[in-house]
């Protein structure tokens, strides 16, 4: 893992202000949904519905996402983030923006909606714009570029049109038609750019954390074909000639690329040299089974094998699948950023702590054993219509919430955990990670 940290890495402050502004926007849309998990999961499409969904989406997962690229991108492909600057802009000009989108469709008034929508799409284009600079510095790049690069003109496509659904509603000029914008803009969103960005993630993150380097690049490269490809396929079926059969068709590329992503990081696991699973990786696990769960619903839905609510899916694919994915990944990320920051020109000088010792263990399982189940159980209540489901998914979301974002502080405060033994430089490195 010391990968992560080299000298093409940004200043620490950040990507460490994004995670931890998208840990804040999880605890507020998990404290809302407690009050509105009923109404809202019955009828997702409401403007408190809207609302929410738009908090986790891009105040929770899409800052995350930014800031674990903003540290990873560089190291990872060998290149220089192209401006810290534009960086540091964009997220002062993305936050204000979602905080504005969301008032906005929280008392539905559109001049909010679409002011805070040309901010978050402005601070979104000013990210991809960075990215594509610094991806375009590039000289090898490995299985991850392309996720990466990928993913990001996935999202300029959200962004572009998410502020055009804000300028229908201010002044309609969409109209009625075979296109289902909600549905279009929801496939671009967590298909295109989040499932795509945590899969280019997890490639390179997985095998580091459980030690299992022998497989390569596994069948990454297929995977990212059949999934974007797919993609395109399916909305291009949606838009040309949604029929039935072409649609169901068209959706089983995508899933089969998913399918394969979740054997192709089983057989990571499989073949790991550490044997014990840390709490990352069984937020890892936990988050491949609702990948899976996810998308295999939601094609037997189109099938119509099953009844699903739109509402189940989305909790099993956003919190489920992206939302544990990410809170194993934080519990990796933030704490060896700060370790690295705070300790790494003293490793080998004096003690330094542990990077187990850098967060509360105990609240950390307390974490998972809550916030896991969460996305199932708020599915099940939004597909059986029960209260008491939804509104126990919704507490147990909201106290998993609280424990990570607590235990991020706790990484952040100095002065944490036991002092070990003297090493050397690399024996200190290597048993900090441990």
Known sequence: MSDLATRNAPDVHLPVRHLMAGAVALLLAAALLVGLAPTVLRDPVTPRGLALTHIVTLGWIT????GASYQMVPVVLGVRLWSERVARVAFWHYVPGVLALVVGFWIFWPPLLAAGGALVVGGLVAYAYNMVRTLARVSVWGLHGPFFAVATGFLVAVGLYGLTLAADIVHPFLGQGPVNHIVFHLLLGVVGWITLLAMGVAYKLTPMFALSHGRGDGWGRVVLGLVAGGLV??????????????????????????????????????????????????????????????????????????????????????????????????????????????????????????????????RGEANLWLFAPAPALLALGAATGSAVLTETGAVALLAGAALLLSNLVHVLRPGRGPQPRRAGKAGAVAAALR
């Open 63 to 66: 800052l995350t996402i930014m």
């Open 233 to 362: 396929l399916l909305l291009a079926v949606l838009t040309v000639a949604p029929a039935p059969g072409a649609v169901l068709a068209a959706a089983a590329v995508p899933l089969a690329g998913v399918l394969l992503f979740v054997l192709d990081q089983a057989m990571y696991l499989r073949v790991r040299m550490r044997r014990r699973l840390d709490l990352g990786l069984r937020f890892a696990v936990v988050a491949l089974a609702y990948l899976a769960a996810a998308g295999l619903l939601a094609w037997m839905d189109l099938a119509g094998w099953v009844v699903v609510p739109p509402a189940a899916l989305v909790e099993l694919a956003l919190l489920g699948w992206a939302g544990c994915l990410i809170n194993g990944q934080l519990y990796k990320i933030v704490p060896f950023l700060v370790w690295y920051d705070r300790y790494g020109s003293r490793v080998g000088l004096q003690p330094v702590p542990l990077l187990r010792d850098m967060y509360d263990a105990r």
